[in-house]
């Protein structure tokens, strides 16, 4: 099987989650998904969150598996 590189994205201060192939991918896909959320929000006139980036951690981590590891799962 080859490698293959999923970008992640997440708002969770309003449940957004989203993937792509690429970083430019992702990133254009999470502001759609944000910008819709906060849409919604407005028009049902409930409150939008604000996030406390302070309170925050961001990071990453890459994960190597075995083939025989991978294959059971």
Do not use: F, H, W
């Amino acid at each position: 099987m080859g490698k293959k590189t999923v970008y992640n994205a997440y708002c969770p201060s309003l449940g957004v989650v989203d993937y792509g192939s690429s970083i430019e991918e992702v990133l254009k896909s999470i502001k759609d998904g944000i910008r819709l959320a906060i849409e919604c929000l407005i028009e049902e006139k409930k409150e939008v969150p604000k996030d406390n980036l302070e309170d925050q951690l961001i990071t990453s981590v890459r994960v190597t598996t075995t083939s025989k590891t991978a294959a059971s799962l």
